[in-house]
């Protein structure tokens, strides 16, 4: 392609841009099925953890208050920050889900990781500092453990309460994988959905929490070692650390800006395929607005022999093939290529079976 001629494409797909991709989104945004799931399923996992743990949290600082426990308060103060995280969850959901204005013209749903990350800082710094200081404190300074039957039974009851919020939790994250074989620990970490990934996160330490405080609450008590008590509370600390660097680190990702999971990237990629009129793709770049809305940014150039019309016409093909690639996908940004528009080898989308466009014709 000439340099004429690819100027006069640039100039002529910047018309058509603002005049038919964007009419085409504002039109499509309330349907953004796939996002609203994962909206509707996080939210109903964010409820059930906050009133477990309220109700556990309540449970634990009368029975800290009864026997005496550090390792009981530190439970209960874990709880209680759990409790915080959960409405800061719900916060960010509420206020990500605003629609578009003129300052935040692609929508709000990057605040969604904004309030994870304050999650994570209350985790590290009302969770984890605090019970280092108390259990050091009672290392230090041991108290004897009153009525201990109190405590592993409020325990007990947190344990039934947690496992059902993770349960919860872990149906969710199945529903998310849809069957495939994705390990826990590696859904969190390609997770877009922090609401998701935060209450697994907290729900699996407030297991093994409890496990840590049951421990020292029965062997201070039956067995009589005093700094038992204060050392569970800095086990829990240092594991409530542990939670909080990882979700400050995936959330740090998140705000810097990710793009889609490998398994997303090549079905828009695939979808792409198909649309004949491409003849090279250079570049498919895509960001996480939130949970639940990618962009894709594309490369790209079509034969030259296309009208206005036809681009026009195929630019609404490539968003509405890769809308049907995945549903999150509500901007899609065009520009052309720098290359010639000749066919690219090793991509020719009319070669792929069911291809169709009206490109050229």
């Given at each position: 392609?000439?340099?004429?001629?690819?100027?006069?494409?640039?100039?002529?797909?910047?018309?058509i841009l603002c005049r038919s991709i964007g009419p085409f989104w504002l039109q499509d945004e309330g349907t953004i099925l796939d996002g609203r799931i994962m909206a509707k399923?996080?939210?109903?996992?964010i409820i059930v953890a906050l009133t477990g743990n309220l109700a556990i949290a309540l449970a634990k600082f009368i029975a800290s208050w009864i026997s005496g426990s550090t390792a009981m308060l530190t439970e209960a103060i874990h709880s209680l920050v759990d409790t915080g995280d959960q409405v800061l969850l719900l916060v960010g959901q509420k206020r990500g889900a605003r629609p578009p204005d003129t300052r935040h013209p692609l929508g709000h749903g990057m605040e969604t990781y904004f309030w994870s990350f304050i999650v994570a800082l209350m985790v590290f710094l009302l969770g984890g500092v605090l019970s280092l200081y108390e259990g050091v404190r009672h290392i230090f300074r041991p108290e004897p453990v009153i009525s201990p039957w109190i405590s592993i039974a409020v325990l007990a009851i947190a344990a039934v309460f947690e496992a059902t919020s993770f349960r919860i939790a872990y149906r969710q994250y199945r529903r998310v994988v849809r069957g495939r074989p994705t390990r826990l620990w590696n859904f969190i970490k390609a997770s877009k959905d922090p609401a998701l990934f935060s209450v697994l996160l907290e729900d699996f330490a407030a297991l093994i929490g409890i496990c840590f405080a049951a421990a020292g609450v029965i062997a201070a008590s039956l067995f009589h070692v005093a700094w038992a008590d204060g050392l569970a509370s800095i086990a829990i600390g240092l594991l409530l650390a542990s939670v909080a660097f990882v979700l400050a680190n995936e959330t740090r990702s998140l705000i810097a800006g990710e793009a889609v999971a490998p398994i997303v990237m090549e079905r828009l990629k695939a979808a792409l395929s198909r649309i004949d009129c491409i003849t090279s793709l250079d570049e498919v770049a895509t960001l996480h607005l939130g949970p639940g809305?990618?962009?894709?940014?594309?490369?790209?150039?079509?034969?030259?022999?296309?009208?206005?019309?036809?681009?026009?016409?195929?630019i609404r093909e490539?968003?509405?093939?890769?809308?049907?690639?995945d549903e999150r996908v509500v901007y899609?940004?065009?520009?052309?290529?720098?290359?010639?528009?000749?066919?690219?080898?090793?991509?020719d989308g009319s070669r792929v079976t069911g291809a169709r466009s009206n490109c050229g014709t």
């Open positions: 392609m000439i340099e004429a001629d690819l100027e006069y494409l640039r100039a002529m797909w910047g018309n399923g996080s939210t109903r996992v809305k990618i962009l894709v940014a594309l490369t790209l150039a079509f034969r030259r022999d296309s009208t206005t019309d036809m681009i026009e016409e195929a490539v968003t509405e093939a890769l809308r049907k690639a899609v940004y065009v520009r052309p290529s720098n290359k010639s528009s000749e066919t690219r080898p090793g991509y």
